[in-house]
């Protein structure tokens, strides 16, 4: 009976005191609501990942990681190499092949906010001339054909000043003399994408060292598998847009020979570490012009001898020279054994840099994306390091750059990379494992 008494006094009192104050009470409600309401329409702070990059840069050459957040090109490249619309939702060719016309997306806009106009779009291309036809038409003109050229004009475009199309927007740059050390970017205002800042750091060695001490979050790009704490997440991606492979410098007077360079590449067993996937040729198996059947060079010990048994070269007192960085040492020490096996003595350089005066150069080389490899292969570029000297290879690079469409050019580059692989230039060796690792 005590209880239900209670209940009933304290309602009364409640009532009692509801109707006295009611307008005290309504306000508490509605002001309650109001600031409720308010704290949500505050802007929220954005989310922010400090991320890790090995490499030295400059404002010229930031890494394409972070160019790409902060604008697009005309085109993009997609996954197997071809040009597909960017800024610009179509282009056409003319018939000679030198006036490209790309047509820009409608209500295209700075991060600004202000319109893109084809008037503010150029790549100062030293041997094109570009013009505006109209806000939304943007002609350029080259000196003489060049098909890969969609491929070209991926790079993205700004404004002024790194001011592109985003997603992301460039708030600060901290740099150690010429070099970048740290870019801070801000997601644009509605894309849900959290703010970034990355650091850079000369090795990956100091990267890991930022990483465990809690600078960054996250590093990309590393060659080697780290020791991990039990906080990381660790991620691993097979590069075909990379290889590994040992170098000859074709004026050598001894790996000049092609049929020692043909005996070296038989000579060596070709294990991939970790994950990597074994490669065959200079293009990328993603590519649309990958050729599959080349010549693979397997490993077969007893032909190896029976190539150097028969080759020009005097082997007797040969010891060749084989230089490489330091992370890829220890493979250099396990291809130094295999070709012990054949009777060839191997001295091991470690190196710094990039240099002219070598024999045989290990090393891991990019693959462009469109299968024109004029610079690597051709005679007369500077940035060809074996300085392969072949007629047929510079009339294939040629003709593949001039040569209109896919399937034109497909068997062209089919051609270039057999041989290519025949003249034995580089031992393919793989395409490297690249890792992340996330802090959990």
Excluded: C
């Excluded at 990681?65 to 597909?84: A, M, R, Y």
Aim: charged share 25%.
């Amino acid at each position: 009976m005590v209880r239900p008494l209670k209940l009933r006094y304290w309602f009364w009192v409640t009532k009692a005191f509801i109707k006295r104050h009611i307008i005290l009470v309504i306000l508490g409600i509605v002001g309650g609501v109001l600031i409720t309401e308010a704290i949500m329409l505050l802007p929220k702070k954005n989310q922010r990942i400090s991320i890790g990059i090995v490499g030295q840069y400059s404002t010229s050459n930031l890494p394409s990681e972070v160019v790409n957040k902060l604008g697009q090109g005309l085109t993009k490249i997609g996954p197997d190499g071809q040009p597909l619309p960017g800024l610009a939702s179509s282009w056409s060719v003319s018939t000679d092949l030198t006036t490209y016309k790309f047509y820009l997306l409608p209500n295209l806009k700075w991060v600004d906010g202000s319109p893109v106009k084809a008037d503010e779009l150029g790549y100062n291309f030293k041997d094109a001339q570009t013009r505006s036809i109209s806000n939304s038409v943007l002609e350029i003109t080259l000196k003489e054909s060049y098909t890969p050229f969609p491929i070209i004009v991926s790079r993205p475009l700004f404004k002024k000043e790194f001011t592109g199309t985003g997603p992301y927007i460039l708030k600060g740059i901290k740099k150690n003399g010429n070099d970048v050390v740290e870019l801070e970017l801000v997601a644009q205002e509605g894309s849900g994408k959290p703010d970034l800042t990355y650091h850079m750091y000369p090795t990956e060695a100091s990267a890991l060292t930022a990483w465990k001490l809690g600078e960054v979050s996250e590093v990309n790009d590393l060659t080697a598998i780290p020791l991990l704490n039990w906080d990381a997440k660790l991620s691993a991606e097979i590069r075909r847009d990379r290889f590994v492979g040992l170098f000859f410098n074709t004026k050598d007077a001894t790996v000049s020979d092609k049929s020692l360079r043909q005996a070296i590449a038989y000579g060596i067993k070709k294990k991939t570490p970790d994950a990597a996937e074994r490669a065959i040729g200079p293009i990328s198996p993603d590519s649309w012009a990958y050729n599959t059947n080349l010549k693979k060079y397997d490993y077969d010990k007893k032909h190896a001898k029976e190539i150097l048994s028969k080759s020009a070269v005097n082997l007797k007192n040969l010891k060749l020279s084989l230089s490489t960085f330091p992370s890829l040492l220890s493979y250099a020490e396990a291809l130094k054994n295999d070709l012990s096996e054949i009777g060839l003595e191997v001295d091991i350089k470690v190196i710094s840099g990039m240099g002219d005066d070598f024999q045989m150069l290990l090393i891991t080389q990019a693959i462009p994306p469109d299968p024109d490899q004029y610079s690597l292969w051709h005679s007369t570029q500077s940035t060809n390091i074996t300085k392969v000297n072949k007629p047929r290879i510079d009339k294939l690079l040629a003709d593949g750059r001039k040569t209109e469409g896919m399937p034109a050019r497909k068997p062209i580059y089919w051609d270039l990379q057999k041989t290519i692989v025949e003249e034995a230039p580089v031992v393919f060796l793989y395409h490297p494992v690249s890792y992340s690792i996330t802090r959990q």
